[in-house]
């Protein structure tokens, strides 16, 4: 027993002071980060709150259980480490005494410590089998991109699941040896211990003491060297990844239907030592203040944190809709670049001044790496050059998905956000589309640089007046919600009838509502999200001032994203208000009856409806249900589910900024996730928010044209659907089975293309006229047929003719949103961008060609500006609203009647969205509607209701000048693989 003892204490003896020392060096490392006190703030106000999110998502280990059969199966990992180390307390105590019978005080010879210690050794086991048959399934080298290990440190994680079976055989080794020697604290109990023990019940009581012994020493001994491996590997989370929830940002989830999942809700303010950087201090900072990340020192320690959490299980990486269309994005893969990044230039970094000149030239070139920009090797997995490439920083579009899957609450948005700051702020290095955004948000107030006094075209023709502060009411005191119509609502063509048809239903249903009208500007959300955070701020603060002057303390918006920036981002800024989607608004009117849809009639045809969800009104905000309520009310409506839709809904491609650049690389996103809907099987579309429809619109457009798609499958807003149901309209231009045959028109055109050049055949070349929708990015307006005298009453989708502009508009004195006369950034005149080239008649194949950022100086040198980035001829045209759509939209001949329109309720307090649409009283509900005839023929006598002028067409900016990039053209799914339910400076002033 004694040279067991000596040789376990000189195991400890070497192994324990080595793994101090990496302890010590990592404490370094994280504390070397910029400093965060929001963070400490969170657990120090929260307290209560910090220990729910421990107790969820580490004990109960909430986030994983996501997933059933891995989370399972990690949790039995897991709960094996903690309870096991009472197994080691047995062991060091045997060791230490030198008394092999030696036992845990009070509980040491309790049968069901025994039996607990044992179990749960059996149920690691099949943990650790399940593990390896999930790695073996999703082997890289078997199934590329689609393996969430792609990527990830394969050999490192075979080689602790190796390291933990040693953990546990040895074990059952010492405690069957200890069983069948007579010095084993329990009994029968310890069913696996005391079962191994009778296979030694041949050997001799000195045999077995040996055995016992050597058992005892592989147990301490693969628990050290395990210990040592995973403070160098990956595995460090065993140990951070509590840290890490325990320091986590509140989220919008508390506030949401699933408070145990995780909302981003806002992106986390620019920081600069530690405090909020706002538009007011720029002239206050000093000279070395960094705006946004432009190296790893500029990351907060919660930020390397972050890094040292990731398992690389790629979660995150198995959702991203960029690395799901062949981008070179994975979240996983970004963590782990910038984690490795700070771990080989720790040295220098943490080294003092006079110690970094005798340090390795390898750890010093790692050290000066620049952040972003290109890079050398694979760009998700660079060998050289930057550590992120400039494609991987700006494929992200916000969804949200990745931090919605990682177990270990890791923050991948953020870290994305503050990097684009840096290279929007300092550098003036951007992807060139985005100029035409910053200029028509800092001249215009919108991102299509369209006249602010255009914001109330959208109410022309309505059939009531719409109260707008300032000029029909002096405040929102006189009106119980604020319709913000955003800029979507009010310039983009199918999102004014969204904003029409909420607009008609408030009016239904006696709510009264105000708009701010030309007082209105854009939230900002595209600014931020694309990292020019001055101009969110300043449109931030001009919106602050305006609903403070109006009164406003209830807001309602079709826009997920003005939704989630009024809700989230502006309460850092000086105001706090309640919004809430348009759909939760509606939900609740129907639930008090205030609206109710007509049982019977046109509105009530038999049709097949999916829900696509937006990002930030689902992940962002967890509004899930007041939606699909909506849509199950309808009469006549079956709601059909995408495969990935709640949660795990997959992105439409327009968030972070994505709406404002062009896709050069891999499948667009939007046709990926047109496609699943298409697959449902779906008449209708449903989208709650106006850049989900515009590009899904599109996605849809392109499937028309090729015949993979229905002619009378349409993209609308669940708000549309709702007025048609309630006025007893067809929502939908055609009725399902009206349209032309999918597979004749793919015959029709495989015979244009044998007739025609190739080279002219193409969705660019061709306009369907059974399209879903007209496009934001046609070329040009579709021919509007004459106009037809309005039938009385007026129909869903009738407008008054929008009035044709001329040419856009050029602002004011040339001057800023933020200034009178002048600029934010003092930009000077420019030429007006010259026509962009015609589009391609054939679509090119992708290429993994880098998008060609602008070059320049600071946003802030004197006399440029940040939109001096590009040449002027290569400037492309601001993006403005696609034309109104060219289809006839047959009104129905004899529509049901709509419900009777009620008396206008008194103002209500704040909404109550807790309950359920199908709360309705009995005496409320509308009848069932009667099954429709398969396939009904339109009646002869119907007329197609007044078109409205297309409206004189912007084009949309010219992508870069890059090559094609390539795509293998192969559909890429998320897997889970189980069932789951320039160069100048801010200060060169």
């Given at each position: 027993m004694t040279l067991t003892l000596i040789v376990g204490l000189l195991l400890n003896a070497i192994i324990l002071p080595l793994a101090a020392k990496r302890v010590w060096f990592l404490y370094r490392l994280i504390s070397h980060g910029q400093p965060a006190p929001d963070r400490l703030e969170n657990v120090t106000k929260r307290t209560a709150g910090a220990i729910r999110d421990q107790l969820?998502?580490?004990?109960?280990?909430?986030?994983?259980?996501?997933?059933?059969?891995?989370?399972?199966?990690?949790?039995?990992?897991m709960y094996a480490f903690l309870i096991l180390a009472s197994v080691y307390l047995e062991a060091y105590g045997v060791l230490l005494s030198r008394n092999p019978e030696w036992a845990?005080?009070?509980?040491?010879?309790?049968?069901?410590?025994?039996?607990?210690?044992?179990?749960?050794?059996?149920?690691?086991?099949?943990?650790?089998?399940?593990?390896?048959?999930?790695?073996?399934?999703?082997?890289?080298?078997?199934?590329?991109?689609?393996?969430?290990?792609?990527?990830s440190h394969l050999g490192g994680a075979w080689l602790t699941l190796f390291m933990i079976f040693n953990v546990i055989w040895t074990m059952f080794l010492f405690r069957g040896a200890a069983s069948a020697a007579g010095n084993f604290p329990y009994g029968k109990g310890a069913f696996a211990s005391y079962g191994l023990g009778t296979i030694f019940d041949g050997l001799s009581h000195d045999a077995l003491e040996v055995v016992e012994h050597v058992g005892l020493l592989l147990h301490i001994g693969v628990m050290l060297v395990f210990l040592l491996l995973v403070l160098h590997s990956k595995h460090l989370h065993i140990f951070v990844a509590p840290l890490n929830v325990m320091f986590k940002r509140p989220d919008a989830a508390a506030n949401g239907e699933n408070p145990s999942s995780v909302a981003l809700g806002k992106v986390k303010p620019m920081m600069n030592d530690g405090k909020p950087v706002t538009l007011d201090d720029v002239d206050d900072l000093d000279e070395d203040a960094t705006l946004g990340i432009g190296s790893i020192n500029d990351f907060s320690w919660k930020g390397v944190l972050d890094f040292a959490s990731c398992t690389e299980c790629g979660r995150c990486q198995s959702q991203c809709p960029a690395w799901n269309t062949e981008k070179p994005l994975s979240p996983k893969m970004l963590i782990m670049n910038l984690r490795d990044h700070a771990f080989a230039a720790a040295p220098y970094n943490l080294a003092s001044e006079e110690k970094r000149g005798s340090l390795d030239p390898a750890i010093v070139a790692e050290a000066e790496r620049p952040l972003v920009g290109e890079t050398e090797g694979v760009a998700w997995h660079p060998d050289g050059g930057a550590v992120i490439d400039t494609d991987v920083l700006w494929s992200c579009t916000n969804c949200g998905a990745c931090v919605n899957q990682c177990p270990v609450d890791i923050e991948h948005v953020d870290h994305i956000t503050d990097m684009r700051r840096y290279q929007v702020l300092v550098e003036s290095n951007f992807p060139s589309e985005l100029n035409g955004l910053f200029r028509g948000l800092e001249n215009n107030g919108n991102p299509w640089n369209m006249s602010p006094r255009g914001r109330m075209d959208w109410a022309k023709g309505l059939p009531f007046d719409v109260k707008v502060v300032g000029e029909t009411i002096e405040s929102l005191d006189e009106v119980e919600w604020l319709f913000w119509v955003g800029c979507a609502?009010?310039?983009?063509?199918?999102?004014?009838?969204?904003?029409?048809?909420?607009?008609?239903?408030?009016?239904?249903?006696?709510?009264?509502?105000?708009?701010l009208g030309n007082g209105e500007t854009c939230t900002g959300d595209s600014a931020r999200r694309a990292g020019n955070e001055f101009v969110f701020q300043g449109l931030a603060q001009q919106n602050?001032?305006?609903?403070?002057?109006?009164?406003?303390?209830?807001?309602?918006?079709?826009?997920?994203?003005?939704?989630?920036?009024?809700?989230?981002?502006?309460?850092?800024?000086?105001?706090?208000?309640?919004?809430?989607?348009?759909?939760?608004?509606?939900?609740?009117?129907?639930?008090?009856?205030?609206?109710?849809?007509?049982?019977?009639?046109?509105?009530?045809?038999?049709?097949?409806i999916t829900y696509h969800d937006p990002c930030f009104l689902g992940r962002h905000n967890q509004v899930y249900t007041p939606p699909r309520e909506l849509l199950q009310i309808m009469p006549g409506a079956e709601v059909t589910e995408m495969e990935r839709s709640g949660e795990?809904?997959?992105?439409?491609?327009?968030?972070?900024?994505r709406m404002w650049m062009e896709e050069t690389i891999g499948e667009r996103i939007n046709v990926n996730r047109t496609n699943e809907a298409v697959a449902t099987g779906a008449d209708q579309i449903a989208v709650g928010c106006p850049f989900c429809r515009v590009?899904?619109?599109?996605?849809?457009?392109?499937?028309?044209?090729?015949?993979?798609?229905?002619?009378?499958v349409e993209v609308l807003d669940v708000a549309q659907m709702l007025l048609a149901s309630v006025k007893g309209e067809v929502a939908t231009k055609l009725k399902p089975g009206e349209g032309a045959d999918p597979g004749a028109v793919k015959a029709k055109k495989a015979e244009e293309q044998e007739l025609d050049d190739p080279a002219k055949v193409g969705a660019a070349a061709k306009a369907s006229a059974d399209s879903g929708g007209s496009s934001l990015f046609d070329e040009a307006p579709a021919e509007a047929p004459a106009a037809k005298a309005e039938p009385a009453g007026g129909s869903l989708f009738d407008e008054a003719p929008a009035e044709a502009p001329a040419a856009k508009a050029e602002p004011e004195s040339g001057g800023s949103l933020f200034d009178q006369g002048g600029s934010l950034f003092d930009t000077p005149a420019e030429k007006p961008a010259e026509k962009p080239a015609e589009k391609p008649a054939e679509k090119p194949a992708p290429a993994e060609a880098k998008a060609e950022p602008a070059s320049g100086g600071s946003l802030f040198d004197q006399g440029g500006s940040l939109f001096d980035a590009v040449p002027a001829e290569e400037a492309p045209a601001e993006k403005k609203p696609e034309p109104a759509e060219a289809k006839a939209e047959p009104a129905a001949e004899k529509p049901a009647p709509a419900a009777e329109k009620p008396a206008p309720a008194e103002a209500a307090p704040a909404a109550d969205l807790s309950g359920s649409l199908f709360d309705i009283p009995a005496a409320s509900e509308p009848t069932p509607a009667p099954a429709a005839p398969a396939a009904e023929e339109p009646a002869a006598e119907e007329e197609p209701a007044a078109e409205e002028e297309p409206v004189a067409e912007e084009k949309k900016p010219a992508a870069p000048a890059t090559p094609p990039a390539s795509s293998s053209g192969e559909k890429n799914e998320p897997r889970t693989d189980v069932d789951i339910s320039g160069s100048g400076s801010l200060f060169d002033l």
């Open positions: 969820r998502e580490v004990v109960g280990q909430g986030r994983l259980l996501k997933w059933s059969v891995p989370g399972i199966a990690h949790a039995f990992v845990i005080p009070v509980i040491g010879h309790w049968d069901v410590i025994g039996f607990g210690q044992d179990l749960i050794g059996v149920l690691c086991l099949v943990g650790l089998a399940t593990f390896t048959i999930i790695r073996l399934r999703n082997d890289p080298a078997k199934i590329g991109r689609k393996s969430r290990f792609k990527g609502g009010a310039y983009e063509d199918r999102a004014k009838k969204t904003t029409r048809a909420v607009a008609e239903l408030l009016d239904l249903a006696g709510v009264s509502f105000g708009v602050i001032e305006t609903l403070k002057d109006a009164k406003a303390k209830q807001v309602v918006s079709t826009c997920p994203h003005c939704m989630n920036t009024l809700k989230n981002e502006y309460r850092d800024l000086g105001i706090e208000l309640e919004v809430i989607h348009h759909t939760q608004l509606l939900n609740r009117l129907v639930r008090e009856g205030k609206l109710t849809p007509v049982a019977d009639g046109e509105g009530a045809h038999q049709r097949k795990r809904s997959f992105c439409c491609g327009a968030g972070g900024a590009m899904l619109a599109d996605g849809l457009t392109e499937a028309q044209d090729t015949g993979s798609a229905r002619a009378e």
